[in-house]
């Protein structure tokens, strides 16, 4: 992370959402590029082109199962006047020797093999009799079984044109091509490129290792009994699942009491194993709202910028947010409020982009789309604020789910979208173009 000297503004001073994000994007800064093996790629960043050493594939190939010929033997060929040809062999996948395919004759030759010297195309065993000097056949028998039909002679009953069912060295990509781009990001696709071309290692950014921790003594753990006034602890369940989706590894801290010097501990004990911190709840102006307590002190007074910066935001729901870098090494934190679908829309709009940076994308942000309000009423906003609604989204439409309440979880599993309301509007008329974020 790389600290910035933070602006100069009053204590009531009201950050837009740009404003927050941007503060965010400056200080966070990628990883540093290491050599993993290629499993250990998966999900991480090119940091590097990479261009194929190995031609794919290496020689010219059979794409089926059938037998290696020479066109010439084969033209004209039909059930009713086959062509009768002498099989001289095998040829299987890996084989090293193949034999040599000369006028009047043909190789046994399995999906995969090296096409033998002499021949020109192949045909698929369904066009021949297999050997057994009836009509077609539809597969061949094992070979351990009938070792004999590498020998004798075989009926082809369809022409073939030159290099019929043969993949041609290269022909998938040549040696010198380029296969991967920096800034890749490595998917199974990728990493099957990556081992076809001999490539065992490879130079990315990691992913970035995210510990969440929540914070709340009203909060158990689901499977517990909930005591007096208790609740369970969804946030960090969301929040974790969110790191993953968004590319990191993630790390889920049981929730922590309300109290600072335990919540200072833990917070010291994780940054071992962190990249990013992100804590919810604890923000706001209560009497126990520990993260703000435990963290507004926290700082190296030698380094400009470090510790957490509370803020209160232009936006509805979240409006308290912190943010910041905690630790000898500056690792950054950001601290969102407990409400779940505040704490949601908050990852959303600060911590997925704060993860993707990490991970050396230029692309950090969600999809965005305009779409037309599918509502009975209007939708009003507080003057002032950014407000983002759940919606569902489907066919440049875009429909509310679960009202305006933002304490609605399961209204909250139902969206595939947030509905970005202007600060600058207090109500958005049914069938009005909105902007749309797109979640799924």
């Given at each position: 992370m790389s600290s910035a000297a933070p602006r100069a503004v009053g204590q009531d001073h009201l950050w837009s959402v740009t404003e927050h994000l941007e503060d965010i994007l400056a200080t966070v800064r990628p990883l540093?590029?290491?050599e993993l093996q290629l499993l250990d790629a998966q999900?991480?960043?090119?940091?590097?082109?990479?261009?194929?050493?190995?031609?794919?594939?290496?020689?010219?190939?059979?794409?089926m199962d059938g037998y290696a010929v020479r066109v010439a033997d084969v033209a004209g060929a039909s059930e009713e006047y086959p062509a009768v040809l002498t099989v001289v062999g095998d040829v299987a996948a890996g084989q090293a020797e193949q034999p040599h395919v000369g006028p009047?004759?043909?190789?046994?030759?399995?999906?995969?093999?090296?096409?033998?010297?002499?021949?020109?195309?192949?045909?698929?065993?369904?066009?021949?009799?297999?050997?057994?000097?009836?009509?077609?056949?539809?597969?061949?028998?094992?070979?351990?079984?009938?070792?004999?039909?590498?020998?004798?002679?075989?009926?082809?009953h369809r022409s073939a044109e030159a290099r019929a069912h043969v993949r041609a060295q290269g022909s998938d990509v040549k040696a010198g091509d380029r296969a991967l781009d920096a800034g890749t990001v490595l998917g199974p696709p990728q990493i099957?490129?990556?081992?076809?071309?001999?490539?065992?290692?490879?130079?990315?950014?990691?992913?970035?290792?995210?510990?969440?921790?929540?914070?709340g003594s009203e909060l158990?753990?689901?499977d517990e009994e909930l005591g007096p006034g208790q609740i369970y602890d969804s946030n960090s369940f969301a929040l974790c699942a969110a790191a993953r989706d968004a590319g990191a590894i993630a790390y889920r801290v049981g929730a922590v009491a309300d109290d600072a010097e335990t919540l200072r501990s833990t917070i010291e004990d994780q940054l071992i194993r962190a990249d990013l911190l992100v804590t919810t709840g604890g923000v706001s102006v209560g009497a126990y709202d520990v993260v703000k307590e435990a963290l507004s002190s926290v700082g190296d007074e030698d380094e400009p910028g470090s510790g957490i910066d509370f803020r209160k935001l232009a936006m509805q729901p979240g409006k308290p947010q912190g943010f910041g870098s905690i630790g000898p090494e500056h690792i950054p934190l950001l601290a969102l409020p407990g409400n779940p679908v505040s704490s949601y829309v908050s990852f959303e709009l600060f911590v997925r982009p704060a993860i993707r940076t990490l991970m050396g994308l230029e692309d950090v942000h969600r999809p965005t789309t305009r779409a037309t309000l599918e509502t009975a009423k209007a939708l009003t906003s507080p003057g002032g604020?950014?407000?983002?609604?759940?919606?569902?989204?489907?066919?440049?439409?875009?429909?509310?789910?679960?009202?305006?309440?933002?304490?609605?979880?399961?209204?909250?599993?139902?969206?595939?979208?947030?509905?970005?309301?202007?600060?600058?509007?207090?109500?958005?008329?049914?069938?009005?173009e909105v902007e749309v974020v797109l979640l799924g």
């Amino acid at each position: 992370m790389s600290s910035a000297a933070p602006r100069a503004v009053g204590q009531d001073h009201l950050w837009s959402v740009t404003e927050h994000l941007e503060d965010i994007l400056a200080t966070v800064r990628p990883l540093e590029p290491i050599e993993l093996q290629l499993l250990d790629a998966q999900g991480c960043v090119l940091v590097e082109d990479v261009t194929v050493s190995v031609s794919l594939p290496p020689f010219d190939n059979s794409s089926m199962d059938g037998y290696a010929v020479r066109v010439a033997d084969v033209a004209g060929a039909s059930e009713e006047y086959p062509a009768v040809l002498t099989v001289v062999g095998d040829v299987a996948a890996g084989q090293a020797e193949q034999p040599h395919v000369g006028p009047g004759q043909a190789a046994r030759i399995m999906t995969g093999a090296p096409l033998p010297p002499g021949a020109e195309a192949v045909v698929p065993v369904e066009w021949t009799d297999g050997g057994l000097g009836g009509g077609p056949v539809s597969g061949m028998r094992a070979h351990s079984a009938a070792p004999d039909g590498a020998r004798g002679e075989v009926q082809v009953h369809r022409s073939a044109e030159a290099r019929a069912h043969v993949r041609a060295q290269g022909s998938d990509v040549k040696a010198g091509d380029r296969a991967l781009d920096a800034g890749t990001v490595l998917g199974p696709p990728q990493i099957a490129l990556l081992a076809a071309i001999g490539r065992g290692t490879v130079r990315v950014r990691p992913r970035p290792r995210v510990v969440v921790l929540s914070t709340g003594s009203e909060l158990a753990q689901p499977d517990e009994e909930l005591g007096p006034g208790q609740i369970y602890d969804s946030n960090s369940f969301a929040l974790c699942a969110a790191a993953r989706d968004a590319g990191a590894i993630a790390y889920r801290v049981g929730a922590v009491a309300d109290d600072a010097e335990t919540l200072r501990s833990t917070i010291e004990d994780q940054l071992i194993r962190a990249d990013l911190l992100v804590t919810t709840g604890g923000v706001s102006v209560g009497a126990y709202d520990v993260v703000k307590e435990a963290l507004s002190s926290v700082g190296d007074e030698d380094e400009p910028g470090s510790g957490i910066d509370f803020r209160k935001l232009a936006m509805q729901p979240g409006k308290p947010q912190g943010f910041g870098s905690i630790g000898p090494e500056h690792i950054p934190l950001l601290a969102l409020p407990g409400n779940p679908v505040s704490s949601y829309v908050s990852f959303e709009l600060f911590v997925r982009p704060a993860i993707r940076t990490l991970m050396g994308l230029e692309d950090v942000h969600r999809p965005t789309t305009r779409a037309t309000l599918e509502t009975a009423k209007a939708l009003t906003s507080p003057g002032g604020r950014r407000q983002f609604l759940r919606g569902k989204y489907a066919d440049g439409k875009v429909t509310p789910v679960g009202g305006a309440g933002s304490h609605l979880i399961a209204a909250l599993a139902q969206a595939d979208a947030l509905i970005v309301v202007p600060e600058d509007d207090t109500s958005v008329e049914p069938g009005a173009e909105v902007e749309v974020v797109l979640l799924g």
